[in-house]
T-cell receptor
């Protein structure tokens, strides 16, 4: 089945620890994105990558880091510098010829 | 920054009623997208619009790309219980990079 997978579905971490969220797609999409969603809020862009080995900051990149070593993978690290990391994190991808984004199922991160 | 104004924020309707929601902006868009998000899941693409004036249906859903390129609406006819969720509009600005901007969502409730 083609699609976008995020793992794990739920993640718990202690304050001060870095944590990496996985995002994989087998749609052969060029672009990938990470969003953060807080309760009752819309989606805010953290980072995006339009091509392998290249990525750009979104609107709320502080306290996060990413890598894009492979076309199908775009992991997001939530660092200890992120002041309020508890949130629902969504990964998306889009093909190179359109802007239409397709989302993964999300990872809910809770920092205790 | 650029903004999409999505309204209403929430709706309470009876099963069987028709629903209408819209997104507006002071900026011009070249793509409009409508998504539905169920609780704890990633948004699912419902309809994508690429041309001004375009009217597209997907089952009981109909969406239109406004002639001015500054707005879009989504209608749902004969609502059913599984229509409950959050509906997001998203658009890509003209003369911008590939980032897409999301509205804050319309939360649809169906009364028993």
């Amino acid at each position: 089945d083609g699609g976008i997978t995020q793992s794990p579905k739920y993640l718990f971490r202690k304050e001060g620890q870095n944590v990496t969220l996985s995002c994989e797609q087998n749609l052969n999409h060029d672009a990938m994105y990470w969003y953060r969603q807080d309760p009752g809020q819309g989606l805010r862009l953290i980072y995006y990558s339009q091509i392998v080995n290249d990525f750009q900051k979104g609107d709320i990149a502080e306290g996060y880091s990413v890598s894009r070593e492979k076309k199908e993978s775009f992991p997001l690290t939530v660092t200890s510098a992120q002041k309020n990391p508890t949130a629902f994190y969504l990964c998306a991808s889009s093909p190179g010829d359109t802007d239409t984004q397709y989302f993964g199922p999300g990872t809910r991160l809770t920092v205790l | 920054g650029q903004q999409l104004n999505q309204s209403p924020q929430s709706m309470f309707i009876q099963e069987g009623e028709d629903v209408s929601m819209n997104c507006t902006s002071s900026s011009i868009f070249n793509t409009w997208l409508w998504y539905k998000q169920d609780p704890g899941e990633g948004p699912v693409l419902l309809i994508a619009l690429y041309k001004a004036g375009e009217l597209t249906s997907n089952g009981r859903l109909t969406a239109q790309f406004g002639i001015t390129r500054k707005d879009s609406f989504l209608n749902i006819s004969a609502s059913i219980p599984s229509d409950v969720g959050i509906y997001f509009c998203a658009g890509q600005l003209m003369n911008r990079d590939d980032k897409i901007i999301f509205g804050k969502g319309t939360r649809l409730h169906i009364l028993p």
